[in-house]
């Protein structure tokens, strides 16, 4: 268990939106889990993944 706080931030969007990384493993089959929140007006651009990557996303509309 990981306390609130101790989840590191690793982006910070200018409007306020951020990306948080909540666990990850390494080694060939490395896997992440990720919390973003992007706020109105706001992108983030990644260099892309290797080959063989495949990402799952959630996305939800903030009330």
Do not use: C, Y
């Amino acid at each position: 268990m990981i306390a609130e706080g101790e989840i590191p931030t690793l982006w910070q969007g200018e409007q306020g939106g951020k990306a948080r990384l909540l666990a990850g493993t390494s080694g060939p089959d490395m896997v992440e889990l990720w919390q973003w929140s992007l706020n109105p007006g706001e992108m983030f651009t990644s260099p892309g993944h290797g080959e063989g990557t495949t990402e799952l996303l959630f996305v939800t509309e903030a009330p």
